[in-house]
Every structure is written in structure tokens, then in C-alpha cells.
């Protein structure tokens, strides 16, 4: 069988010089290489090449069609049933031919065999179009060159789309994104028309279709995924205006309530004293973590990626203080989901926040970088936050500062190590670091 790798989405028909030397094989059923071919009674007359209304019809039913393994049987019948008509090959009035297209849907690893309406292939035969597709797909040289093979069934296999048509370019996955997603395959005697100018426009109507479908396809995907996020991120408004309204409101009289309740008990008992501390205590880390939620309800990055969070901290701060910020930034690209970067935005905003108020520092860094260890690739992030004030032994934080407890907990929910240090130069340092894994 020779398989003539042609027909790009742009519609350009298959060299016939190279589908000239295809393999003279025979059908899977073994039909001697001298035997006559049946004559049918009748045959569809082939339409005028002149009159593109009907193939553009054709064209515009695969390219808008919900499922192509529903829609494409009864498409590649009336395409059959020309090419078999077809005057110009020197078999017009032929037996019944085979075509089919092998076809991979978007995100799938296998390849489908869809053939036309009244005619179904045998599985050894849909089996063995599936292996030569894969071998195929995978090289990327595939389309530049003309290759024979030995076995059954005997035809030509036509690429009709690649990764292009796919919006799957640059992806580098090994059989996702390779050329020639979609074949077609002409089986004997109906191979015998490739040459002609009606294959030609049945081939260009298939490829064109083919590529408006999978390129209608994407921009349905990008839509409903952008439609998701955007549903997504007024869920979050909402709920953080409701959250705002309601236990926002309940939580800072609660908090300020408790506050006058410590200071009511300074003459109480031990006992009554603590357990009021407390309260005023779990009241303000209730609070707290609300108003972050809040705040995280409305940051939304989308596809940014790390580097832009943390400059958008920066911008939030320098409004906020007269201290000097500092982005490092050693990461090209680095993206990670929207509920890991909050979770590293609320680590590194509480740090800021406490270098602000805390620390009496005049200048603050933040170091983003992979951190590797001899010659093997990187796999950990290291996110650094350093200012130069006057430090702190995290051992001597009060029970009722629970800012640094928080922060550890985040980091454990992110899978993080974290630690904050002393610097020799004086000053605080607290790292992040996590296990890479970008987008």
C-alpha cells in the first residue's frame, strides 16, 4: 500500500507524481491481480467541477457538525459514490470501492475508523489503519515523503489535517498534536481515481471541512472555558460581597466585643481571664481569615503567571508605605492554578505585612528562582522574602499573634517547606519552597 501524505488545511491536493508510486496491492479479500472487475448497472453521474455549490455544502456540514463519527457516514457515501462515477480514472461504472477517514478527536490518544453508510470494514482492516496512522503521526518528516508497506488492505492514505488545523502546534506531545490527526484511505478500485481532477476537489473538500471543523472545535472549547472562568469569578464576587455583608459585619462586633470582654475580666479570676484572652483571640483569627477570603474571592490571575502576582503585591504595598521593594525575578515563565497562587499571594502578603508594621525595615526583596542541585534539572521553586530590619526569634511571638501560624499553614497546604531566619546582616528572611510544577 503506498500512503501519499499530502493535502494541508489549506487545501492543496495531493502530488499525483508521488501517489504514482504507490504499492499495487490487493484488497484484504484477495482478489487475483488479473481478475476482471464487476460492472455495476447504474452509477451516480459525477458532478461538474465548475459548480462548487454542492462539495461547499459538503464542506459546510462536516465544518459545523456536532459529531464528526455521526455526521461523516452518510458524507462519505456521497463522496464515494462520485469518485466510483468518476469518467476521467477509466473505471467509471466500477465495482464499489472503500474509503474511510481515521480520524483522532482532540485530547483522545486513539484513532477512529469512520467509514460511509453501507459499508463497514473488518476489524483486522480498521486495526491495521490504526497502527500505520500512529506510526505515522509520529514522525514529523511523515508528509514530505511518499511510504510503502507491505499487507493489507492495499490503497493510498491521504493526510488531510495536521497539528496546525488543531490549534495544537508547539505542543511536543509524542502522538498529540503530530501531523495527520485525519487520513483518508482509498481502498482498490478506488484508488485507481486518485489522479483525477475529481479527486482532487474530494480530497480538498474533506481537508477544508476537516480543518473549519477542528478549528470551529477549539474556539467552542476556548469559549466555554473562558465562560466557566468568568461564571467562576462572579460566583466568587458574590459570595464575597455576601460574606462581607453578613458574617464580616458579625465577626468585627464579635471581635470588638471580645475586646472589651478582656479588658472587663483584668480583675477576674486567672481562669476567666484566659478564657477571655481567648475568645478575643479566635474572634480576631476568625476575622482575619474572612477578610482574606474576601480579598482572594476578587484576585483572579487567569493565565499570569507567578511573577505578575507578586509585582501586584509590590504595586499594593508601595501605596501603603514608603519602603523600598524589590522583585528578583529568575523565572521566565512560571504558572501555577489560581488556588495555589493564592495561597503563595496570602503567604508572601503576610510577611510584607509584617515587615511593614513590624520590623522598622527601610527595604524589602523578594527572590524568585528554581532551586536546583548539582548538574540535574531544577525541581523546586525557592521563593525568598528578605528586608533588613531589625528581626525577630519567631520562638518569643505571642500565642495571641497568629499571623505566623497561618502562614504555616498555608504552606503545608501547598506542600511547601517554609522556614524564616536570621541573615548575619540582620534582618528577616522567610523562604518558600515547593516542588515544581508548572504549566
Request: proline content about 5%.
Amino acid at each position: 500500500m503506498a500512503l501519499s501524505l499530502g493535502a494541508s488545511k489549506t487545501g492543496k491536493a495531493p502530488a499525483s507524481q508521488g501517489i504514482a508510486h504507490r504499492l499495487d496491492v490487493q484488497r484484504a479479500r484477495g482478489c487475483p491481480a488479473d481478475a476482471e472487475t464487476p460492472v455495476r448497472p447504474a452509477a451516480i453521474p459525477p458532478p461538474d467541477l465548475r459548480d462548487r455549490h454542492p462539495l461547499d455544502a459538503i464542506t459546510l456540514r462536516i465544518a459545523t457538525c456536532a459529531d464528526l463519527e455521526e455526521a461523516l457516514p452518510s458524507v462519505l457515501r456521497e463522496l464515494l459514490d462520485m469518485l466510483n462515477g468518476c469518467p476521467e480514472s477509466g473505471t467509471a461504472l466500477s465495482a464499489t470501492g472503500e474509503l474511510c477517514v481515521v480520524h483522532r478527536a482532540p485530547g483522545q490518544a486513539t484513532h477512529a475508523v469512520i467509514s460511509p453508510v453501507g459499508l463497514a470494514l473488518s476489524a483486522a482492516a480498521r486495526e491495521r489503519l490504526q497502527e500505520v496512522v500512529w506510526d505515522i503521526s509520529r514522525d514529523p518528516g511523515a508528509r514530505q515523503q511518499v511510504s510503502d508497506m507491505d499487507g493489507t488492505p492495499g490503497g493510498v492514505l491521504i493526510a488531510l489535517t495536521d497539528a496546525t488545523d488543531r490549534g495544537e502546534t508547539g505542543r511536543g506531545e509524542t502522538g498529540k498534536g503530530a501531523t495527520g490527526d485525519d487520513w483518508l484511505w482509498l481502498g482498490e478500485p478506488t484508488a485507481a481515481v486518485i489522479e483525477s481532477g475529481l479527486a482532487n476537489v474530494v480530497i480538498n473538500t474533506l481537508s477544508r471541512g476537516l480543518a473549519l471543523h477542528h478549528q470551529q472545535q477549539a474556539r467552542h472549547a476556548e469559549d466555554t472555558k473562558s465562560a466557566v472562568a468568568q461564571a467562576l469569578k462572579n460566583e466568587r464576587r458574590q459570595l464575597a460581597a455576601e460574606l462581607h455583608d453578613t458574617l464580616a459585619q458579625e465577626l468585627s462586633y464579635l471581635q470588638m466585643q471580645s475586646a472589651r470582654l478582656t479588658r472587663a475580666a483584668r480583675h477576674a479570676p486567672q481562669e476567666v481571664q484566659a478564657l477571655a484572652e481567648e475568645v478575643h483571640t479566635q474572634a480576631r483569627r476568625a476575622f482575619r481569615q474572612t477578610r482574606e477570603l474576601i480579598n482572594g474571592a476578587h484576585a483572579t490571575w487567569g493565565d499570569a503567571p507567578l511573577a505578575c502576582v507578586l509585582e501586584a503585591l509590590i504595586e499594593e504595598f508601595e501605596t501603603r508605605s514608603s519602603m523600598v521593594f524589590e522583585l528578583d525575578n529568575r523565572i521566565q515563565s512560571l504558572h501555577l492554578p489560581d488556588a495555589l497562587s493564592l495561597q503563595v499571594m496570602f503567604i508572601v502578603r503576610e510577611a510584607m505585612t509584617n515587615s511593614v508594621r513590624h520590623a522598622r525595615a527601610t527595604h524589602l526583596r523578594l527572590q524568585l528562582l528554581y532551586q536546583s542541585s548539582g548538574p540535574q534539572p531544577a525541581a523546586r521553586v525557592l521563593l525568598t522574602i528578605e528586608d533588613n530590619g531589625c528581626g525577630f526569634d519567631p520562638a518569643e511571638i505571642p500565642a495571641a499573634h497568629f499571623g505566623l501560624g497561618i502562614m504555616q499553614d498555608r504552606a503545608r497546604h501547598l506542600g511547601a517547606e517554609f522556614a524564616i531566619t536570621q541573615p548575619r546582616q540582620g534582618g528577616t528572611r522567610v523562604t518558600l519552597s515547593w516542588e515544581r510544577r508548572d504549566t
